[in-house]
Protein backbone atom coordinates (compact mmCIF):
# COMPACT_ATOMS: atom_id res chain seq x y z
CA UNK A 1 0.00 0.00 0.00
CA UNK A 2 1.87 3.26 -0.73
CA UNK A 3 0.99 5.89 2.29
CA UNK A 4 0.15 9.78 1.26
CA UNK A 5 3.39 12.06 0.98
CA UNK A 6 3.01 14.52 3.79
CA UNK A 7 3.93 16.54 0.72
CA UNK A 8 3.40 16.40 -2.71
CA UNK A 9 4.15 18.99 -5.53
CA UNK A 10 3.87 18.36 -8.98
CA UNK A 11 5.35 21.30 -11.35
CA UNK A 12 5.10 24.25 -9.24
CA UNK A 13 6.38 27.30 -10.26
CA UNK A 14 6.01 30.74 -9.15
CA UNK A 15 6.54 33.93 -11.66
CA UNK A 16 7.13 36.98 -9.84
CA UNK A 17 6.83 40.61 -12.29
CA UNK A 18 9.58 42.65 -11.33
CA UNK A 19 9.91 46.55 -12.00
CA UNK A 20 7.04 49.09 -13.80
CA UNK A 21 7.25 46.76 -17.09
CA UNK A 22 6.15 43.85 -15.06
CA UNK A 23 9.54 41.76 -16.16
CA UNK A 24 9.05 38.28 -15.17
CA UNK A 25 11.52 36.42 -12.90
CA UNK A 26 11.38 32.64 -12.25
CA UNK A 27 11.57 31.91 -8.77
CA UNK A 28 10.33 28.23 -8.92
CA UNK A 29 10.37 26.74 -12.01
CA UNK A 30 8.49 23.19 -13.08
CA UNK A 31 9.53 22.07 -9.40
CA UNK A 32 8.29 18.71 -8.71
CA UNK A 33 8.74 16.53 -5.24
CA UNK A 34 7.61 14.19 -3.36
CA UNK A 35 8.39 13.76 0.77
CA UNK A 36 7.02 10.96 2.50
CA UNK A 37 5.47 10.76 5.61
CA UNK A 38 8.16 10.62 9.37
CA UNK A 39 10.60 11.43 6.68
CA UNK A 40 13.01 14.35 7.76
CA UNK A 41 13.77 16.16 4.18
CA UNK A 42 16.76 18.95 3.37
CA UNK A 43 16.10 21.29 1.14
CA UNK A 44 19.22 23.17 0.08
CA UNK A 45 20.76 25.74 -2.22
CA UNK A 46 22.28 28.79 -2.25
CA UNK A 47 20.77 32.26 -1.85
CA UNK A 48 17.98 33.18 -4.39
CA UNK A 49 17.68 29.46 -5.24
CA UNK A 50 14.27 29.49 -4.87
CA UNK A 51 13.62 27.48 -0.90
CA UNK A 52 12.17 30.18 0.61
CA UNK A 53 9.86 30.65 -1.99
CA UNK A 54 8.95 27.29 -2.38
CA UNK A 55 8.11 26.91 1.57
CA UNK A 56 5.87 30.00 0.76
CA UNK A 57 4.15 28.54 -1.98
CA UNK A 58 3.54 24.88 0.03
CA UNK A 59 2.18 27.26 3.19
CA UNK A 60 -0.15 29.07 0.67
CA UNK A 61 1.17 32.43 1.87
CA UNK A 62 2.16 33.42 -1.87
CA UNK A 63 -0.02 31.89 -4.89
CA UNK A 64 1.80 30.07 -7.46
CA UNK A 65 1.98 30.66 -11.23
CA UNK A 66 1.46 27.12 -11.93
CA UNK A 67 1.34 23.43 -10.28
CA UNK A 68 0.12 21.91 -7.58
CA UNK A 69 0.34 20.99 -4.15
CA UNK A 70 -0.97 18.56 -1.50
CA UNK A 71 -0.38 18.12 2.16
CA UNK A 72 -1.12 15.09 2.97
CA UNK A 73 -3.41 14.51 0.31
CA UNK A 74 -5.36 17.80 1.30
CA UNK A 75 -4.48 20.77 -1.80
CA UNK A 76 -2.27 23.35 0.11
CA UNK A 77 -4.72 26.23 -0.22
CA UNK A 78 -7.09 24.64 1.95
CA UNK A 79 -7.52 25.18 5.74
CA UNK A 80 -7.27 21.87 6.67
CA UNK A 81 -4.26 20.83 4.84
CA UNK A 82 -2.19 24.04 6.67
CA UNK A 83 -3.75 22.88 10.69
CA UNK A 84 -1.14 19.71 10.08
CA UNK A 85 1.51 21.96 9.25
CA UNK A 86 3.64 24.22 11.96
CA UNK A 87 6.07 26.74 10.02
CA UNK A 88 9.36 28.12 11.24
CA UNK A 89 9.90 31.08 9.06
CA UNK A 90 13.95 32.15 8.74
CA UNK A 91 14.66 34.63 11.73
CA UNK A 92 11.02 34.51 13.27
CA UNK A 93 9.46 37.82 13.86
CA UNK A 94 7.32 36.97 16.47
CA UNK A 95 4.89 39.65 18.07
CA UNK A 96 7.01 41.40 20.43
CA UNK A 97 4.79 42.66 23.05
CA UNK A 98 3.61 39.59 23.89
CA UNK A 99 5.45 36.78 26.50
CA UNK A 100 7.05 33.80 25.36
CA UNK A 101 4.33 32.29 27.14
CA UNK A 102 0.96 34.10 25.51
CA UNK A 103 2.85 34.23 22.36
CA UNK A 104 2.52 30.23 22.88
CA UNK A 105 -0.44 30.24 24.16
CA UNK A 106 -1.92 32.29 21.05
CA UNK A 107 -0.23 30.09 18.26
CA UNK A 108 -1.67 27.00 20.35
CA UNK A 109 -5.22 28.44 20.19
CA UNK A 110 -5.33 28.85 16.58
CA UNK A 111 -4.03 25.51 16.17
CA UNK A 112 -7.26 24.62 18.13
CA UNK A 113 -6.19 23.74 21.69
CA UNK A 114 -8.59 24.79 24.47
CA UNK A 115 -8.82 24.77 27.98
CA UNK A 116 -6.44 22.13 30.36
CA UNK A 117 -5.07 20.57 26.92
CA UNK A 118 -4.23 24.00 25.77
CA UNK A 119 -2.45 25.04 29.65
CA UNK A 120 -0.43 21.75 29.50
CA UNK A 121 0.67 21.97 26.30
CA UNK A 122 2.21 25.32 26.73
CA UNK A 123 4.58 24.37 30.01
CA UNK A 124 4.97 21.06 27.62
CA UNK A 125 6.65 22.73 24.92
CA UNK A 126 8.04 25.97 26.93
CA UNK A 127 10.54 23.15 28.53
CA UNK A 128 10.64 21.36 25.07
CA UNK A 129 12.41 24.44 23.44
CA UNK A 130 13.74 25.63 26.58
CA UNK A 131 12.31 28.94 26.95
CA UNK A 132 12.21 28.39 30.87
CA UNK A 133 12.74 31.37 32.49
CA UNK A 134 12.21 33.50 29.95
CA UNK A 135 8.81 32.56 29.21
CA UNK A 136 7.14 35.53 31.26
CA UNK A 137 9.30 37.92 29.57
CA UNK A 138 7.85 39.68 26.81
CA UNK A 139 9.46 38.94 23.62
CA UNK A 140 11.36 42.13 22.92
CA UNK A 141 13.71 41.91 25.24
CA UNK A 142 14.56 37.80 23.88
CA UNK A 143 17.99 37.05 22.04
CA UNK A 144 18.06 36.10 18.67
CA UNK A 145 18.53 32.57 19.68
CA UNK A 146 15.74 32.94 22.50
CA UNK A 147 13.68 33.92 19.86
CA UNK A 148 14.29 31.41 18.03
CA UNK A 149 13.63 28.88 20.46
CA UNK A 150 10.48 31.01 20.84
CA UNK A 151 9.58 30.46 17.43
CA UNK A 152 9.91 27.12 17.73
CA UNK A 153 7.37 26.77 20.83
CA UNK A 154 4.85 28.05 17.99
CA UNK A 155 5.72 26.22 15.42
CA UNK A 156 5.32 22.59 17.23
CA UNK A 157 2.38 23.53 19.45
CA UNK A 158 -0.35 22.25 18.03
CA UNK A 159 0.92 18.61 17.25
CA UNK A 160 1.19 19.01 13.36
CA UNK A 161 1.72 16.25 11.19
CA UNK A 162 4.36 18.07 9.41
CA UNK A 163 7.06 20.82 10.88
CA UNK A 164 8.61 22.95 8.31
CA UNK A 165 11.76 24.52 9.98
CA UNK A 166 13.57 27.90 7.85
CA UNK A 167 17.27 28.25 8.93
CA UNK A 168 16.33 26.28 12.06
CA UNK A 169 19.77 26.55 14.21
CA UNK A 170 20.26 30.67 12.16
CA UNK A 171 21.86 32.47 15.56
CA UNK A 172 21.56 29.80 17.72
CA UNK A 173 25.07 28.79 19.80
CA UNK A 174 26.79 25.19 19.41
CA UNK A 175 24.59 24.24 22.02
CA UNK A 176 21.53 25.48 20.62
CA UNK A 177 22.56 23.55 17.39
CA UNK A 178 22.16 20.71 19.05
CA UNK A 179 19.71 21.41 21.01
CA UNK A 180 17.39 21.70 17.39
CA UNK A 181 19.12 18.63 16.47
CA UNK A 182 17.82 16.80 19.38
CA UNK A 183 14.24 18.42 18.58
CA UNK A 184 14.17 17.38 14.86
CA UNK A 185 15.31 13.55 16.06
CA UNK A 186 12.18 13.84 18.92
CA UNK A 187 9.86 14.84 16.44
CA UNK A 188 11.08 12.14 13.92
CA UNK A 189 10.71 9.34 16.45
CA UNK A 190 7.13 11.05 17.46
CA UNK A 191 6.68 9.71 13.49
CA UNK A 192 6.23 13.11 12.30
CA UNK A 193 7.66 14.72 9.08
CA UNK A 194 9.89 17.59 9.44
CA UNK A 195 11.59 19.71 6.01
CA UNK A 196 14.70 21.72 7.13
CA UNK A 197 15.62 24.82 4.75
CA UNK A 198 19.17 25.16 5.61
CA UNK A 199 23.04 26.66 4.64
CA UNK A 200 24.42 24.72 7.11
CA UNK A 201 24.81 21.57 5.24
CA UNK A 202 26.76 19.49 8.15
CA UNK A 203 23.48 19.97 10.42
CA UNK A 204 21.47 18.46 7.25
CA UNK A 205 23.89 15.42 7.20
CA UNK A 206 23.39 14.42 10.04
CA UNK A 207 19.70 14.58 10.68
CA UNK A 208 18.03 14.37 7.10
CA UNK A 209 16.54 11.16 5.29
CA UNK A 210 16.64 12.65 2.40
CA UNK A 211 17.86 16.40 0.97
CA UNK A 212 17.15 18.05 -2.52
CA UNK A 213 18.98 20.67 -3.96
CA UNK A 214 17.51 23.53 -5.93
CA UNK A 215 19.72 25.70 -7.89
CA UNK A 216 17.38 28.97 -9.73
CA UNK A 217 14.30 27.57 -9.26
CA UNK A 218 15.06 23.97 -10.56
CA UNK A 219 16.00 20.70 -8.74
CA UNK A 220 19.07 20.02 -9.66
CA UNK A 221 19.68 16.97 -7.33
CA UNK A 222 17.99 14.61 -4.70
CA UNK A 223 18.58 11.56 -2.72
CA UNK A 224 19.02 10.09 0.30
CA UNK A 225 21.76 10.82 3.01
CA UNK A 226 23.80 7.59 1.95
CA UNK A 227 23.54 8.82 -1.92
CA UNK A 228 24.90 11.96 -0.78
CA UNK A 229 27.94 10.95 1.00
CA UNK A 230 28.97 8.13 -1.01
CA UNK A 231 28.47 10.42 -4.39
CA UNK A 232 31.92 11.56 -4.84
CA UNK A 233 33.65 8.39 -3.50
CA UNK A 234 35.15 9.46 -0.45
CA UNK A 235 35.31 8.94 2.47
CA UNK A 236 36.53 10.73 6.01
CA UNK A 237 38.88 9.28 8.81
CA UNK A 238 39.15 10.73 12.15
CA UNK A 239 42.05 9.83 14.11
CA UNK A 240 43.91 10.78 17.49
CA UNK A 241 46.79 13.53 16.69
CA UNK A 242 49.71 12.21 14.27
CA UNK A 243 53.47 12.20 14.00
CA UNK A 244 55.46 13.39 11.01
CA UNK A 245 56.53 9.62 10.80
CA UNK A 246 53.21 8.03 11.21
CA UNK A 247 51.97 10.44 8.92
CA UNK A 248 54.28 9.72 6.45
CA UNK A 249 53.44 5.82 6.89
CA UNK A 250 49.93 6.35 6.56
CA UNK A 251 51.00 8.25 3.20
CA UNK A 252 53.29 5.49 2.34
CA UNK A 253 50.67 2.87 2.85
CA UNK A 254 47.50 4.28 0.99
CA UNK A 255 49.44 4.69 -1.80
CA UNK A 256 50.58 1.01 -1.57
CA UNK A 257 47.00 0.35 -2.00
CA UNK A 258 46.25 3.20 -4.74
CA UNK A 259 44.13 5.51 -2.78
CA UNK A 260 45.09 9.16 -2.45
CA UNK A 261 45.58 11.01 0.86
CA UNK A 262 43.55 14.18 -0.18
CA UNK A 263 43.41 16.14 3.41
CA UNK A 264 44.69 16.95 6.69
CA UNK A 265 43.18 19.10 9.19
CA UNK A 266 41.06 18.85 12.38
CA UNK A 267 37.79 17.89 12.14
CA UNK A 268 35.38 20.72 11.70
CA UNK A 269 33.12 20.12 14.28
CA UNK A 270 36.52 20.59 16.90
CA UNK A 271 35.58 24.58 17.58
CA UNK A 272 32.02 23.76 18.36
CA UNK A 273 33.49 20.78 20.72
CA UNK A 274 35.73 23.11 22.58
CA UNK A 275 32.93 25.53 22.81
CA UNK A 276 30.41 23.29 24.46
CA UNK A 277 32.85 21.79 26.51
CA UNK A 278 34.28 25.03 27.90
CA UNK A 279 30.81 26.68 27.99
CA UNK A 280 29.43 23.90 29.99
CA UNK A 281 32.70 23.77 32.60
CA UNK A 282 32.04 27.28 33.34
CA UNK A 283 27.97 26.86 34.20
CA UNK A 284 29.40 24.03 35.96
CA UNK A 285 31.30 26.23 37.78
CA UNK A 286 28.79 28.73 38.44
CA UNK A 287 26.68 26.13 39.87
CA UNK A 288 29.22 25.45 42.64
CA UNK A 289 30.39 28.28 43.61
CA UNK A 290 33.27 26.29 45.69
CA UNK B 1 -7.57 31.62 -1.98
CA UNK B 2 -8.30 29.93 0.98
CA UNK B 3 -11.34 28.13 1.12
CA UNK B 4 -12.96 27.78 4.65
CA UNK B 5 -15.80 28.70 6.81
CA UNK B 6 -15.10 31.76 8.99
CA UNK B 7 -14.74 31.02 12.21
CA UNK B 8 -15.93 33.38 14.85
CA UNK B 9 -13.40 31.47 17.19
CA UNK B 10 -10.72 31.96 15.73
CA UNK B 11 -11.20 35.57 14.82
CA UNK B 12 -12.10 36.12 18.50
CA UNK B 13 -8.53 34.72 19.66
CA UNK B 14 -6.60 37.06 17.07
CA UNK B 15 -8.79 39.95 18.11
CA UNK B 16 -7.89 38.70 21.69
CA UNK B 17 -3.73 39.13 20.95
CA UNK B 18 -4.20 42.20 19.05
CA UNK B 19 -5.83 44.13 22.14
CA UNK B 20 -3.05 42.94 24.31
CA UNK B 21 -0.36 43.69 21.93
CA UNK B 22 -2.13 47.00 21.33
CA UNK B 23 -2.30 47.97 24.78
CA UNK B 24 1.04 47.62 25.54
CA UNK B 25 2.34 49.94 22.74
CA UNK B 26 3.71 52.96 22.88
CA UNK B 27 1.08 54.75 20.41
CA UNK B 28 -1.77 54.33 22.18
CA UNK B 29 -0.82 55.27 25.65
CA UNK B 30 0.64 58.57 24.19
CA UNK B 31 -2.30 59.50 22.67
CA UNK B 32 -4.22 58.44 25.60
CA UNK B 33 -2.58 60.79 28.18
CA UNK B 34 -2.60 63.47 25.29
CA UNK B 35 -5.70 63.29 25.17
CA UNK B 36 -6.16 62.96 29.15
CA UNK B 37 -3.69 66.00 29.65
CA UNK B 38 -5.64 67.92 27.26
CA UNK B 39 -8.97 67.28 28.87
CA UNK B 40 -7.73 68.30 32.21
CA UNK B 41 -6.05 70.73 31.07
CA UNK B 42 -9.15 72.65 30.27
CA UNK B 43 -9.75 73.28 34.23
CA UNK B 44 -6.86 75.76 34.31
CA UNK B 45 -9.36 77.97 31.93
CA UNK B 46 -11.52 78.29 34.60
CA UNK B 47 -10.06 81.67 35.26
CA UNK B 48 -11.98 82.69 32.42
CA UNK B 49 -15.37 82.12 34.48
CA UNK B 50 -17.47 81.55 31.42
CA UNK B 51 -20.73 80.77 33.76
CA UNK B 52 -22.96 78.03 32.12
CA UNK B 53 -21.54 78.18 28.56
CA UNK B 54 -18.37 76.79 30.96
CA UNK B 55 -20.28 73.72 30.53
CA UNK B 56 -20.49 73.47 26.77
CA UNK B 57 -17.20 75.09 26.60
CA UNK B 58 -15.49 72.07 28.59
CA UNK B 59 -17.59 69.58 26.77
CA UNK B 60 -16.84 70.92 23.15
CA UNK B 61 -12.97 71.55 23.60
CA UNK B 62 -12.69 67.96 25.35
CA UNK B 63 -14.68 65.77 22.94
CA UNK B 64 -12.18 68.21 20.35
CA UNK B 65 -9.33 66.53 21.74
CA UNK B 66 -11.12 63.33 21.66
CA UNK B 67 -11.35 63.57 17.87
CA UNK B 68 -8.15 64.83 17.21
CA UNK B 69 -6.28 62.21 19.28
CA UNK B 70 -8.86 59.24 18.79
CA UNK B 71 -9.06 59.69 14.63
CA UNK B 72 -4.72 59.76 15.03
CA UNK B 73 -4.99 56.44 17.16
CA UNK B 74 -7.37 54.61 14.90
CA UNK B 75 -5.57 55.01 11.65
CA UNK B 76 -2.39 54.32 13.08
CA UNK B 77 -3.34 51.42 15.45
CA UNK B 78 -4.91 49.68 12.36
CA UNK B 79 -2.03 50.13 10.13
CA UNK B 80 0.56 49.21 12.77
CA UNK B 81 -1.29 46.07 13.96
CA UNK B 82 -1.91 45.45 10.41
CA UNK B 83 0.30 46.12 7.61
CA UNK B 84 2.67 45.97 10.47
CA UNK B 85 2.39 42.60 10.80
CA UNK B 86 3.12 42.39 6.93
CA UNK B 87 6.15 44.15 6.88
CA UNK B 88 7.63 42.81 10.04
CA UNK B 89 6.75 39.35 8.91
CA UNK B 90 4.82 38.37 11.91
CA UNK B 91 1.62 37.62 10.09
CA UNK B 92 3.32 34.45 8.02
CA UNK B 93 3.93 32.53 11.43
CA UNK B 94 -0.35 33.06 12.10
CA UNK B 95 -1.55 32.29 8.62
CA UNK B 96 0.76 29.44 7.92
CA UNK B 97 -1.49 27.84 10.49
CA UNK B 98 -5.18 26.62 9.90
CA UNK B 99 -6.40 30.79 10.30
CA UNK B 100 -8.06 32.22 7.39
CA UNK B 101 -7.47 35.42 6.02
CA UNK B 102 -10.89 37.35 6.67
CA UNK B 103 -10.72 35.68 9.90
CA UNK B 104 -7.30 37.16 10.26
CA UNK B 105 -8.82 40.82 8.84
CA UNK B 106 -11.53 40.61 11.26
CA UNK B 107 -9.57 39.99 13.98
CA UNK B 108 -7.16 42.37 13.74
CA UNK B 109 -10.39 44.85 13.08
CA UNK B 110 -11.86 43.80 16.50
CA UNK B 111 -8.89 43.87 18.41
CA UNK B 112 -8.53 47.80 17.48
CA UNK B 113 -12.10 48.58 17.46
CA UNK B 114 -11.64 46.98 21.08
CA UNK B 115 -8.88 49.62 22.09
CA UNK B 116 -10.90 52.43 20.46
CA UNK B 117 -13.69 51.91 22.55
CA UNK B 118 -11.32 51.71 25.42
CA UNK B 119 -10.05 54.77 24.76
CA UNK B 120 -13.53 56.21 24.05
CA UNK B 121 -15.21 55.15 26.94
CA UNK B 122 -11.80 56.29 29.08
CA UNK B 123 -12.08 59.66 27.59
CA UNK B 124 -15.83 60.45 27.83
CA UNK B 125 -15.61 59.26 31.42
CA UNK B 126 -13.08 61.56 32.35
CA UNK B 127 -15.23 64.56 30.27
CA UNK B 128 -18.45 63.30 32.70
CA UNK B 129 -16.06 63.16 35.62
CA UNK B 130 -14.95 66.81 35.20
CA UNK B 131 -18.11 68.46 33.59
CA UNK B 132 -19.92 67.12 36.86
CA UNK B 133 -17.54 68.30 39.25
CA UNK B 134 -17.79 71.63 37.60
CA UNK B 135 -21.39 71.36 37.23
CA UNK B 136 -21.82 70.92 41.58
CA UNK B 137 -19.59 74.27 41.86
CA UNK B 138 -21.93 75.71 39.83
CA UNK B 139 -25.08 74.39 41.13
CA UNK B 140 -23.35 76.23 44.61
CA UNK B 141 -23.59 79.70 43.10
CA UNK B 142 -26.85 78.86 41.31
CA UNK B 143 -29.23 76.63 43.05
CA UNK B 144 -32.29 77.65 40.77
CA UNK B 145 -30.64 75.33 37.36
CA UNK B 146 -31.21 72.07 40.00
CA UNK B 147 -35.00 73.08 39.32
CA UNK B 148 -34.53 72.21 35.39
CA UNK B 149 -32.73 68.95 36.16
CA UNK B 150 -28.88 70.31 36.27
CA UNK B 151 -27.39 72.17 33.65
CA UNK B 152 -25.89 68.88 31.93
CA UNK B 153 -27.89 66.24 29.63
CA UNK B 154 -25.17 62.80 30.82
CA UNK B 155 -27.07 60.53 28.38
CA UNK B 156 -26.20 62.83 25.69
CA UNK B 157 -22.12 63.15 26.64
CA UNK B 158 -22.67 59.13 26.80
CA UNK B 159 -24.48 59.64 23.22
CA UNK B 160 -21.29 61.43 21.78
CA UNK B 161 -18.55 59.64 23.01
CA UNK B 162 -20.48 56.61 21.38
CA UNK B 163 -20.83 58.65 18.04
CA UNK B 164 -17.31 59.33 18.44
CA UNK B 165 -16.40 56.33 19.07
CA UNK B 166 -18.17 54.75 16.00
CA UNK B 167 -16.47 57.17 14.03
CA UNK B 168 -13.07 56.23 15.00
CA UNK B 169 -14.45 52.46 14.28
CA UNK B 170 -15.50 53.48 10.48
CA UNK B 171 -11.86 55.16 10.26
CA UNK B 172 -10.37 51.88 11.52
CA UNK B 173 -11.91 50.04 9.08
CA UNK B 174 -10.75 52.49 6.25
CA UNK B 175 -6.94 51.89 7.30
CA UNK B 176 -7.40 48.41 7.29
CA UNK B 177 -9.13 48.71 3.62
CA UNK B 178 -6.31 51.12 2.70
CA UNK B 179 -3.92 48.96 4.56
CA UNK B 180 -4.78 45.59 3.22
CA UNK B 181 -3.25 47.00 -0.48
CA UNK B 182 -0.74 49.41 0.90
CA UNK B 183 2.88 48.20 0.29
CA UNK B 184 4.06 50.79 2.93
CA UNK B 185 3.07 52.11 6.50
CA UNK B 186 3.81 55.63 5.51
CA UNK B 187 2.00 54.91 2.35
CA UNK B 188 -1.07 53.97 4.22
CA UNK B 189 -0.85 56.35 6.85
CA UNK B 190 -0.68 59.46 4.49
CA UNK B 191 -3.64 57.84 2.30
CA UNK B 192 -6.10 57.09 5.72
CA UNK B 193 -5.37 61.00 6.54
CA UNK B 194 -6.44 62.01 2.92
CA UNK B 195 -10.10 59.87 3.40
CA UNK B 196 -10.10 61.12 6.72
CA UNK B 197 -10.41 65.18 5.83
CA UNK B 198 -12.69 64.44 2.63
CA UNK B 199 -14.92 62.40 5.14
CA UNK B 200 -14.84 65.43 7.53
CA UNK B 201 -14.97 68.06 4.86
CA UNK B 202 -17.85 66.15 2.66
CA UNK B 203 -20.78 66.87 4.24
CA UNK B 204 -19.63 70.74 3.91
CA UNK B 205 -18.64 70.59 0.52
CA UNK B 206 -22.39 68.60 -0.44
CA UNK B 207 -24.19 71.38 0.70
CA UNK B 208 -22.33 73.69 -1.06
CA UNK B 209 -22.46 72.23 -4.33
CA UNK B 210 -25.78 70.92 -3.94
CA UNK B 211 -27.49 73.44 -6.03
CA UNK B 212 -25.15 75.66 -6.98
CA UNK B 213 -22.95 73.16 -8.65
CA UNK B 214 -22.31 71.87 -11.73
CA UNK B 215 -23.67 68.41 -12.99
CA UNK B 216 -19.82 67.11 -13.16
CA UNK B 217 -19.52 68.72 -9.80
CA UNK B 218 -21.78 66.98 -8.43
CA UNK B 219 -21.69 63.67 -9.91
CA UNK B 220 -18.22 63.82 -8.67
CA UNK B 221 -19.68 64.79 -5.13
CA UNK B 222 -22.17 61.54 -5.58
CA UNK B 223 -19.39 59.05 -6.54
CA UNK B 224 -16.94 60.56 -3.02
CA UNK B 225 -20.05 60.66 -1.17
CA UNK B 226 -20.30 56.90 -2.06
CA UNK B 227 -17.07 56.04 -1.89
CA UNK B 228 -16.18 57.76 1.35
CA UNK B 229 -18.41 58.03 4.58
CA UNK B 230 -19.40 61.15 5.77
CA UNK B 231 -17.68 61.13 9.26
CA UNK B 232 -20.21 64.21 10.40
CA UNK B 233 -23.21 61.76 10.73
CA UNK B 234 -20.95 61.06 13.92
CA UNK B 235 -21.09 64.30 15.51
CA UNK B 236 -23.78 64.00 17.26
CA UNK B 237 -23.34 66.67 19.49
CA UNK B 238 -24.60 69.07 16.58
CA UNK B 239 -27.82 67.36 16.70
CA UNK B 240 -29.18 68.22 20.64
CA UNK B 241 -32.32 69.75 21.04
CA UNK B 242 -33.93 71.17 23.71
CA UNK B 243 -35.34 67.46 25.02
CA UNK B 244 -31.05 65.94 23.94
CA UNK B 245 -29.84 63.96 21.27
CA UNK B 246 -33.23 61.95 19.73
CA UNK B 247 -32.51 58.16 20.18
CA UNK B 248 -33.16 57.42 16.73
CA UNK B 249 -30.48 59.79 15.23
CA UNK B 250 -27.54 57.32 17.81
CA UNK B 251 -29.16 54.48 16.15
CA UNK B 252 -29.27 55.78 12.64
CA UNK B 253 -25.30 56.30 13.09
CA UNK B 254 -24.87 53.05 14.50
CA UNK B 255 -26.47 51.68 11.60
CA UNK B 256 -24.57 53.72 9.28
CA UNK B 257 -21.46 53.01 10.72
CA UNK B 258 -22.31 49.51 10.88
CA UNK B 259 -22.87 49.67 6.83
CA UNK B 260 -19.23 51.00 6.78
CA UNK B 261 -17.60 49.17 8.56
CA UNK B 262 -18.50 46.16 6.87
CA UNK B 263 -18.37 46.91 3.39
CA UNK B 264 -14.56 48.66 4.34
CA UNK B 265 -13.72 45.26 6.14
CA UNK B 266 -15.30 42.80 3.24
CA UNK B 267 -13.11 45.21 0.36
CA UNK B 268 -10.28 44.58 3.04
CA UNK B 269 -10.43 40.87 3.50
CA UNK B 270 -11.18 40.34 -0.37
CA UNK B 271 -8.19 42.38 -1.80
CA UNK B 272 -6.00 40.43 1.15
CA UNK B 273 -6.99 36.95 -0.12
CA UNK B 274 -4.26 37.07 -2.95
CA UNK B 275 -1.90 39.53 -0.69
CA UNK B 276 2.11 37.82 -1.25
CA UNK B 277 3.35 37.46 2.28
Known amino acids: ?8 IAGLTKDFAIGLRGTRLRAVDRLSLRIGQGEVFGLMGPNGSGKSTTIKLILDLIPATAG ?3 IFGVPHDQVAARAMVGYLPESPQLHRHLTGR ?60 LVILDEPAAGMDPAGSDDIRNLVLGLKAEGRTVVIVSHQLEQMEDVCDRMAILDRGRLVWEGSREDLIGADGRCTLEVDPLSADQLAELRRWLGERGKTFREIGSPRSRLAEIFRRQTMSAQTMQRSPE | MTRAPFRPAIAGLIAHFTFVEAVRQRVPQVLLLGSAGLVLGIQGLREFNFGLSELKFIADLGFGAMVFFGSILAIILATQLFLGEIEERTAPTVLAKAVGRTEFVVGKFLGVAGVLALFSAAVTGLIAAMLYAREIALLRERPDLLVQGGPVRYADIAAVGFGHMLRFGVLAALSLLVASWARTKLHAVMTSFGLLVIGDLQSVAQEAYAGAGSLPM ?21 LAGTDGIPAHMVLRAAGYALCCIVAAGA ?11
Request: contains cysteine.
Open chain 2, 267 to 277: LAAFGFQRREL
Open chain 1, 102 to 161: ELVRFHGGLGGLTGRRLASRVEEVISRVGLGQAADRRLDTYSKGMLQRAGLAQAIMHHPR
Open chain 2, 218 to 238: RVFMAVVALLVPDLQVFDLGD
Open chain 1, 1 to 8: MTSVAAIS
Open chain 1, 68 to 70: QCL
